[in-house]
């Protein structure tokens, strides 16, 4: 009896609260981002408001944050985030979530001298695709900070480093993150995106997905999603619905271009 009630019921709790968000325009000068942020029952409501006008020439320090995370290193700015949790039916009401998905808006500074035309979504996927290799493969970054120190610790080691070759190769497998793959062009609610997925350990378990637009041609709009496990290997029971929810999500998010000539 007990299974035949479970059956009838839903196997996931959770997910973003569609019936309750609140919009939020952000005045970029040449264009106003405009976005729905559902309702945080883990935050709780309100607990960040984004600026409603910001100077990307010039934007406020207090805006301005360099990023942690090991993906870019872009110089950003935070408007706003937004969280919610998938958990499994009422049986296992008294046990940690599945996942807690994390919505964040950030408008990144391209980086260097480089302007990118907004007209041309194609530049901006190219633009990601070689910052992100550059970023993790370069000297200083992540991956290659794994191969220096691999070789920095086998060298102190007894014998010739060829000696040491599998053990060297063992650790830097180990430590390498994989780079964002995956990436697509997409059109929701009159704005292009490029989308694309990080899985930096393990193929089918994404860390994060991003969606990447044109503000102008040094500011670019990234709406990312990343998931915060709490069960593993669950992702048989939510990943599959988050990833619909998410396309759901990104229809509130769009851009709005002040004059033809800025609009990509």
């Not at 883990?42 to 990023?67: H, Q």
């Not at 993906?71 to 807690?100: D, F, K």
């Not at 998905?101 to 007209?119: C, H, M, N």
Request: charged share 30%.
């Amino acid at each position: 009896m007990r299974q035949l009630i479970q059956r009838s019921l839903p196997v996931l709790r959770g997910g973003p609260d569609f019936g309750d968000s609140s919009l939020y325009e952000v005045d970029c000068g040449t264009a106003t981002i405009e976005f729905l942020a559902t309702r945080s029952p883990i935050d709780g409501p309100g607990s960040k408001v984004p600026p409603t006008r910001v100077n990307l020439d010039s934007p406020p320090l207090e805006l301005l944050e360099k990023a942690s995370e090991s993906r870019t290193g872009h110089s950003r700015i935070v408007l706003n985030a937004a969280n919610w949790m998938y958990g499994g039916p009422w049986w296992r009401c008294g046990q940690e979530p599945y996942v807690v998905v994390t919505q964040t808006w950030k408008i990144e500074r391209v980086k260097g001298d480089l302007s990118l035309d907004t007209e041309n979504i194609e530049e901006l996927k190219e633009y990601l695709t070689q910052d992100y290799e550059a970023y993790f493969e370069s000297e200083g970054g992540p991956n290659a900070e794994v191969r220096r120190e691999a070789y920095e610790i086998f060298e102190k080691r007894n014998g010739p480093i060829e000696l040491h070759e599998r053990g060297i190769t063992a650790f830097i497998k180990s430590r390498t993150l994989t780079l964002p793959s995956d990436f697509k062009l997409k059109r929701i609610a009159e704005t292009d995106w490029v989308r694309f997925t990080w899985e930096p350990k393990f193929k089918g378990q994404p860390k994060a997905i991003f969606y990447c637009t044109m503000v102008n041609a040094k500011n670019i709009l990234t709406v990312g999603f990343s998931f915060v496990r709490r069960t593993p290997d669950s992702e048989t029971y939510w990943l599959k619905t988050a990833l619909k929810d998410i396309d759901r999500v990104m229809t509130g998010t769009r851009v709005k271009y002040r004059s033809l000539s800025a609009k990509p």
